[in-house]
């Protein structure tokens, strides 16, 4: 009896595990199906800041490198000067990469915002890099200077061979009113509006989402995902600034929506909006900087697909994370690797190293 138990039960598990790989087939069908319509590749390789595992994040080398490496997106955040230029900064405030506190001490915590372009230009964007990451470093990468939005296209458009998408992310849109016209104007100067696929927006918030896609409606749109108060409610009801935790990588790998419904209600949100998918953030398998909570599931990703959302995930980098999201079933991958991404998909790419040295780095 103890053995037909154990027979009966490692033949349930691999039913489980066949009826799993079927539905992981289907959701793949489906997502590449979805992607095709938007003449979106999939999966897709989206350089998360450019290759900025191996250079400073939002810099030149940074694109430079992601685009030779063969990425399919430069994935960027959007921001806007004081005198009204539209530039690309993740950080609310410029501490952690550049020497603001140096330049401008007065000003260390100020917002982007607070600056003209040329007070941003004046800064070293690179050197924060050496010194976080030595083993990585460069003598090249000091006094890198913060990128314009048209320098970043320039650097899209600046190899015919190579010619990487734009993945544009709005960034903290309600302090920058107009910055979704503004953007639409600056793509359509420079004629990125006309390439299907070329460009895909994406943003946190669902005002920003509303108005991208009233300025910009034929323009793939991405409703970025997070479980926290003011977006999907978590189950336990916190966020990690009132939860009195120190480590945020594990405090994020236990939360989860609320329930079931919360998570389609923001499915729902982001087709209602006009998002032709979602961007789910991930937990990291060695969890640390740049890992949340787990939003890829592969029921979440097959409720994805069966609204007719593509699944973003954001951002792995190890080829352990990139195996479960795919298996998972996601259709593209925000990365700060994207050589090994590519590698990981059989698709050719140079060393970083080496690639970096022949851009001059």
């Known amino acids: 009896m103890k053995e037909e138990f154990s027979v009966r039960k490692s033949l349930i598990g691999i039913l489980a595990w066949a009826a799993l790989g079927a539905a992981s087939s289907a959701s793949a069908t489906e997502g590449k199906s979805i992607a095709a319509a938007q003449s979106i590749p999939y999966p897709a390789v989206i350089a998360h800041r450019g290759a900025s595992y191996d250079a400073p994040e939002s810099t030149a080398p940074a694109y430079l490198l992601a685009r030779e490496l063969g990425a399919d997106y430069l994935e960027l955040d959007l921001q806007r000067t004081r005198d009204g230029v539209l530039v690309v900064v993740h950080d609310d405030e410029l501490s952690r990469t550049s020497d603001v506190a140096e330049r401008f001490p007065e000003r260390k915590t100020s917002p982007v915002s607070a600056f003209t372009l040329a007070e941003l230009k004046s800064l070293d964007a690179g050197s924060w890099f050496n010194e976080a990451y030595p083993q990585r470093a460069r003598a090249s990468f000091s006094k890198l200077s913060i990128l314009t939005l048209d320098e970043v296209i320039d650097i899209a458009e600046g190899n015919p061979e190579r010619r990487p998408g734009l993945y544009i992310e709005t960034k903290v849109p309600n302090q920058f009113p107009g910055i979704e016209r503004e953007l639409k104007a ?147 991958i925000f990365t700060n690797r994207a050589g090994a991404l590519l590698r990981f998909y059989h698709r050719p790419a140079e060393s970083e190293s080496g690639l970096l040295t022949k851009l001059g780095y």
């Not at 070329?198 to 749109?221: C, G, Y």
């Not at 007719?308 to 593209?332: C, N, Q, R, S, W």
């Open 186 to 332: 600056r793509l359509e100067a420079r004629g990125w509006l006309d390439k299907p696929g070329r460009v895909v927006l994406q943003t946190f918030d669902r005002n920003s989402l509303a108005l991208l896609h009233e300025v910009m409606p034929q323009i793939p749109k991405i409703l970025l995902l997070w479980v926290g108060t003011k977006a999907i409610m978590p189950a336990s009801g916190q966020d990690f600034a009132g939860s009195g935790e120190r480590d945020k990588a594990a405090f994020y790998a236990r939360q989860q929506p609320k329930d079931q419904a919360e998570f389609l209600r923001w499915l729902d949100i982001a087709k209602q909006g006009g998002a032709i998918g979602t961007g789910p953030s991930a937990k990291r398998s060695k969890l640390g900087e740049q890992s949340y909570a787990d939003l890829i599931q592969p029921w979440m990703n097959q409720a994805s697909h069966e609204r007719g959302l593509l699944v973003h995930v954001y951002t792995l980098d190890e080829p352990e994370d990139f195996d479960v999201a795919m298996k998972a079933g996601v259709d593209g």
